[in-house]
């Protein structure tokens, strides 16, 4: 059994991992103590090194970190790497987001979630990074309560919903997370074992 260190003090972030993982024999497990790592990458994967080195510091062992965002074609990317802190709660995040694409036709509304994921060993040495997508539209409003983040508002055409509306057993398995995960996963079991 291997236990990987997840970099991140984001609850929902540890049971969708957990959620998605299906191999008994590795373990995530949150952070612990003082993390808080700047993140200052010019790009999702730099940001999620950052965060699998910062917390290899405090952990010594192997960490995983991911980094994603929501970028939206007629923003030219935005929010990116910046989804997290593009307004102070989710709600506004959503409202802001909303604002800016008041104008824009449903045509034009494309975006897709990117996670990035970085994989460190204890000395902070990146061993593998992974990255993964998924592709949707914004709609015109929260529909769905599963989820966090923008999922209310990003709709899947080949489902007819919201990643908020949707069952977390399809969610686990189409979301950037996932997409990026499942591979890294893999990666583990065929390189760490």
Known sequence: MIKII??????????????INKNPEIVFDVIQGDFSPVENGRNFIENAIIKAQEASKIMNTYCLADDSGLCVDALNGRPGIYSARYAPTQKEKIKKLLNELNQVPKEKRQAHFTCAMALVNSKGEIIHTQEGRVEGVIDYEAKGTNGFGYDPIFYVPDYKQTIAQLPEEIKNTISHRANALIPMIKWIEQNIF
């Open 6 to 19: 997840l970099a991140t003090s984001n609850p929902h972030k540890l049971e969708e991992i957990n959620a």
